[in-house]
């Protein structure tokens, strides 16, 4: 059986660092009235969005240490734990709401381009630093809790995902 390919780190990373622009510019474009408008196909404002978006790139730092656990336990406990999560996802749900709600008031407008500066940059090096091996680690995901989540997902898989989260609800800001 061959190798597969090396991951190619430098698209991951430039995916990064494509969606921290994007956000920057966002940002600066929007006006007051733009940010408090319901955003289209959510409960969220604009804002509240925005920071949610920048939330996808918080959770995939703690994903990471998730996956680098539970790829080294025997698949049921992973599956188990997937299982658990799935079961909890209206709660989940509700809680992410209601978290993005409130995060919005600390990590506002003014915070979230610096605070996703530093998490970004902080994937950034994390994901120069990883290995191989550790890029192909896996584990079961809660499908439930994110259209973007397989049912087993790997490192490098987790590093692609807050690219896709971030698109996905790009599209539904309703910014002038």
Same mark, same amino acid.
């Given at each position: 059986?061959?190798?597969?390919?090396?991951?190619?780190?430098?698209?991951?990373?430039?995916?990064?660092?494509?969606?921290?622009?994007?956000?920057?510019?966002?940002?600066?474009?929007?006006?007051?009235?733009?940010?408090?408008?319901?955003?289209?196909?959510?409960?969220?404002? *604009?804002?509240?969005?925005?920071?949610?978006?920048?939330?996808?790139?918080? +959770?995939?730092?703690?994903?990471?240490?998730?996956?680098?656990?539970?790829?080294?336990?025997?698949?049921?406990?992973?599956?188990?734990?997937?299982?658990?999560?799935?079961?909890?996802?209206?709660?989940?749900?509700?809680? *992410?709401?209601?978290?993005?709600?409130?995060?919005?008031?600390?990590?506002?407008?003014?915070?979230?381009?610096?605070?996703?500066?530093? +998490?970004?940059?902080?994937?950034?090096?994390?994901?120069?630093?990883?290995?191989?091996? *550790?890029?192909?680690?896996?584990?079961?995901?809660?499908?439930r809790w994110d259209p973007f989540f397989t049912e087993a997902m790997t490192l490098e898989q +987790?590093?692609?995902?807050?690219?896709?989260?971030?698109?996905?609800?790009?599209?539904?800001?309703?910014?002038?």
């Amino acid at each position: 059986m061959s190798e597969p390919p090396p991951v190619d780190r430098r698209e991951i990373a430039a995916d990064l660092e494509r969606a921290r622009r994007a956000l920057h510019e966002l940002l600066s474009r929007a006006t007051a009235a733009d940010f408090d408008r319901l955003s289209d196909g959510t409960r969220w404002t *604009n804002e509240q969005l925005l920071f949610h978006m920048v939330f996808g790139y918080m +959770v995939v730092r703690r994903l990471l240490t998730l996956v680098r656990v539970f790829s080294r336990l025997p698949d049921r406990v992973g599956r188990g734990f997937a299982w658990v999560l799935d079961a909890a996802s209206p709660l989940f749900h509700e809680v *992410n709401y209601r978290g993005s709600c409130a995060a919005a008031t600390v990590f506002d407008r003014r915070q979230m381009g610096r605070h996703c500066d530093r +998490v970004i940059a902080k994937l950034q090096r994390s994901l120069a630093r990883e290995s191989e091996a *550790n890029l192909r680690r896996s584990m079961a995901f809660p499908v439930r809790w994110d259209p973007f989540f397989t049912e087993a997902m790997t490192l490098e898989q +987790v590093y692609r995902y807050p690219g896709k989260h971030f698109d996905f609800h790009r599209a539904q800001l309703t910014l002038g």
